[in-house]
């Protein structure tokens, strides 16, 4: 029987590979081409690059040699998945480029690496990289953020509430964009990942995410960031404005995530204009 990791220790093993698999999807970018996946309902949740296969793989190594007691809710079927075991206490949830299709091969905004590891239904330890800008973020459960530029030391991260810039769902409504450019808000879209962690990116205040799925619901890779955000300080929500929920299959329609209160009241107005309540 295996023990479930220790979160500081997962995170100690995987920020390295973590780095290491933006830079693999980095180095990819603009060079492999979209080969999408048989019976997925959309476009976007089809596409698939030999860059994801590549960035999980990455993962998955020193995760294997460390934690084989995992079991995984990763995102692509590649060869090491069928070596964890199906069932255990500990998952790892894993999305190896977040936004492959409009942010990765479109270069519509930031896209991004994450992995998560969950104890029971919550996360624990979450690890956040935005390849094209070149952050890393990890945080572990009570024990704050850090955060690493280019190639530097991971160092504790105070949140900051500096610029004026939101990070927005791709397919985020015309009304409810409207409503945050009529307070004086520059809108961004960009991929979940990055929208998550948003508060906490140099020049960006804020995100807003709303799920568009059948039935609408923040995905479990979409929440790995929003850990590290509330680790941080920020303020986490769903669309009815009560704390985002730490149980990463609970329901939630939207994820606001904002440095200020003032701020999260400007989100709470743009989901009003998106209809979600």
Excluded: W
């Excluded at 896209?111 to 590891?117: A, K, N, P, R, S």
């Excluded at 923040?218 to 149980?247: H, K, N, Q, W, Y």
């Amino acid at each position: 029987m295996h023990k479930n990791p220790k979160p500081s220790d997962f995170v100690k093993v995987i920020a390295p590979a973590l780095r290491r698999a933006a830079a693999v999807a980095r180095d990819l970018e603009g060079r492999v081409a979209n080969r999408p996946k048989a019976g997925e309902p959309t476009a976007v949740k089809a596409a698939l690059t030999d860059a994801d296969t590549a960035a999980q793989e990455v993962l998955l190594g020193p995760l294997l040699d460390h934690f084989p007691g995992v079991c995984l809710r990763a995102e692509e079927e590649t060869p090491t998945v069928a070596r964890f075991p199906e069932k255990a206490d500990a998952s790892v949830v894993i999305d190896p480029i977040d936004g492959t299709l409009r942010f990765y091969l479109e270069g519509g905004g930031p896209y991004g690496v994450m992995i998560g590891l969950a104890i029971g239904n919550e996360y624990e330890a979450a690890l956040v990289a935005l390849p094209r800008e070149r952050y890393a973020f990890e945080a572990v459960r009570g024990e704050g953020v850090r955060f690493a530029e280019g190639d530097g030391v991971a160092r504790p991260l105070r949140l900051s509430s500096e610029g004026r810039r939101v990070l927005v769902s791709h397919d985020l409504g015309e009304g409810a964009a409207l409503a945050l450019r009529s307070r004086g808000f520059e809108v961004l879209p960009a991929c979940g990942g990055a929208i998550s962690v948003a508060p906490l990116i140099p020049g960006v205040c804020a995100g807003l995410r709303v799920a568009t799925n059948d039935p609408p619901n923040v995905s479990i890779r979409g929440r790995i960031g929003a850990m590290i955000s509330a680790e941080a300080g920020a303020l986490v929500c769903c669309e009815t404005g009560a704390p985002f929920p730490r149980d990463i299959d609970a329901p939630a329609r939207a994820l606001l995530v904002a440095a200020n209160p003032e701020d999260l009241g400007a989100l709470q107005d743009a989901v009003a204009e998106a209809g979600v309540s």
